[in-house]
Nanobody
Framework: QVQLVESGGGLVQAGGSLRLACTAS????????MAWYRQAPGKERGLVAT???????DYVDSVKGRFTISRDNAKNTVYLQMTSLKPEDTAVYYC???????????????WGKGTLVTVSS
């Protein structure tokens, strides 16, 4: 069984920083793309940042220059370094990954359960 588990959320003041991590566990061959999404109260879940296995990244405009996505393939972990945080960054942050479980041998899309980030003004 494949699991994605996020960590690193919490309460921070505006202008502060947090680093989120998400580790994939279970039996799988490899992980291709990984991403972070977020869902603010009363809003739909939206993409924040993506990273390919080779390290190519992309960001939503609202976080460019403030957030950095990275990954450690050896640890099956993706990170999101968040700086200059704003109250509007408050949301539950979800990890997402495309990977190939050994059981199915087919690429599937998986989600973590999320970690809450609260930015106070």
């Amino acid at each position: 069984q494949v699991q994605l588990v996020e960590s690193g959320g919490g309460l921070v003041q505006a202008g502060g920083s947090l680093r989120l991590a998400c580790t994939a566990s279970g039996h799988f061959f490899s992980i291709s793309s990984m991403a972070w999404y977020r869902q603010a109260p009363g809003k739909e879940r939206g993409l924040v940042a993506t990273i390919t296995r080779d390290g190519n990244t992309d960001y939503v405009d609202s976080v460019k220059g403030r957030f950095t996505i990275s990954r450690d393939n050896a640890k099956n972990t993706v990170y999101l370094q968040m700086t200059s945080l704003k109250p509007e960054d408050t949301a539950v942050y979800y990890c997402n990954a495309d990977l190939v479980p050994i059981a199915t041998k087919r690429t599937g899309n998986y989600w973590g359960k999320g970690t809450l980030v609260t930015v106070s003004s």
